[in-house]
Every structure is written in structure tokens, then in C-alpha cells.
């Protein structure tokens, strides 16, 4: 079955270091997406990837990377330079711009100790 | 810039009920789409229902259905004979110029089930 697989489910992080994300998708989307999580705040977009080699920031992109190398993954990098990294993470794709919509991964949740 | 706002954070229903929840957007775009994403315990985000601007019919999925006023940028999601697996965080979501990059979410609706 085609999807998005976001690995690990549970990460935990000391502060100080830098920790890298996975989402890996099969459906032959071209566009990829982050969005962070926390409670009553919604989904807000970190990173987005529209074809392979490139990518722009979204709202909150400071102490964040990203890298599209492959069409099917686009990890993110948890830098030490976010102040604030305990949150839900969501991967997502979609196809011909997202006007049908976003297929999402099951999440990763990161805690700093 | 663009935005959506959900003004109820949480919602209660008794099971076999009707609810409905609110949404609304701002947008100088004449032809959009418009998303109901329901979120359960699991997290996984799941498309509920999509409805094109352009098209006056409001969209229906089932016991799910829209009401969507364009004039009002309102587009607010409906629930009949509520059930307990509808229990869920409902966001609603906006595509800002076709969606290409990202969409928009508001803050989202805890709905609750009483049985």
C-alpha cells in the first residue's frame, strides 16, 4: 500500500544536540511537507519540498534543516539552535499543488532531556 | 495574510446527535479549496471532506457534511448520528494559492462523544 512512513514514532534528544527526523513516502508525490505540532497551536509549516534539489521555508524554519535528495524522502534535522524542539512532528505529501488535499505520516514525537 | 480560525476549542455531543462545527478563513482568492482534517488519539491526520469554491452543492461524505457560505468565508463541518469514533481533534485547512506551499490550519476543535 502506497504511504508516508515517519520514523521513528518516539525520539528523545539531549539538549545540545542535533537529531534528524525520517519520513520516507512510495505515492510518487512531488511535493513534501513538515509541519510541527503542539497543543492548541495547531499545525505550522516548517520546511515544504516541491521537486527534488529544492526546498523554501515556511512560518517557523529557524533551527530546522532539510535536504531533498530523492524524491521519495525528506528527513529533517532538529538543530541545536531551536530553543524550543519538544513538539508533535508531521510529514506530509501531495500532489498537483494540494488542492486535493495532503497525505499525512503517523508523526514522530520529540523530547528534549 | 491568510488565515483560518476555528473559535470553538472544544465541543461536546451525545452519541446519535448532530454537531456542527465552525470554521472560518480570510482570502482575496476567488477559486480554492477548502479541507475538514479529523485528527484521533492515534494522531493520524485523515481528510474528512473537501469542497471546491467554485461549486455551489456543498460537499457531503457519508454522515459528514459542509456548510459553506463564500460570501461569509465560512465553511463549517456538520456531524449526523455522532458516533464514538468520531471523537477526534477537527482542524479545518486552507490552501493559500492552490496549496503548492502548504496549507493553512486553524487551531482545531476537540470534539467530544458522550454516550
Known amino acids: 500500500d502506497g504511504g508516508i512512513t515517519q520514523s521513528p514514532k518516539y525520539l528523545f534528544r539531549k539538549e545540545g544536540q542535533n537529531v534528524t527526523l525520517s519520513c520516507e513516502q512510495n505515492?510518487?508525490?512531488?511535493?513534501m511537507y513538515w509541519y510541527r505540532q503542539d497543543p492548541g497551536q495547531g499545525l505550522r509549516l516548517i520546511y515544504y519540498s516541491q521537486i527534488v534539489n529544492d526546498f523554501q521555508k515556511g512560518d517557523i524554519a529557524e533551527g530546522y534543516s532539510v535536504s531533498r535528495e530523492k524524491k521519495e524522502s525528506f528527513p529533517l534535522t532538529v538543530t541545536s539552535a531551536q530553543k524550543n524542539p519538544t513538539a508533535f512532528y508531521l510529514c506530509a505529501s501531495s500532489i498537483n499543488g494540494g488542492n486535493y488535499g495532503y497525505t499525512f505520516g503517523s508523526g514522530t514525537r520529540l523530547t528534549v532531556v | 495574510a491568510q488565515t483560518v480560525t476555528q473559535s470553538q476549542p472544544e465541543m461536546s455531543v451525545q452519541e446519535a446527535e448532530t454537531v456542527t462545527l465552525s470554521c472560518t478563513y480570510d482570502t482575496s482568492e476567488s477559486d480554492y479549496y477548502l479541507f475538514w482534517y479529523k485528527q484521533p488519539p492515534s494522531r493520524q491526520m485523515i481528510l474528512v471532506i473537501r469542497q471546491e469554491a467554485y461549486k455551489q452543492q456543498n460537499a457531503t461524505e457519508n454522515r459528514f457534511s459542509v456548510n459553506f457560505q463564500k460570501a461569509a468565508k465560512s465553511f463549517s463541518l456538520k456531524i449526523s448520528d455522532s458516533q464514538l469514533g468520531d471523537a477526534a481533534m477537527y482542524f479545518c485547512a486552507y490552501p493559500p494559492g492552490g496549496g503548492a506551499d502548504g496549507l493553512t490550519f486553524g487551531k482545531g476543535t476537540h470534539l467530544i462523544i458522550q454516550p
Open positions: 505515492l510518487n508525490h512531488d511535493a
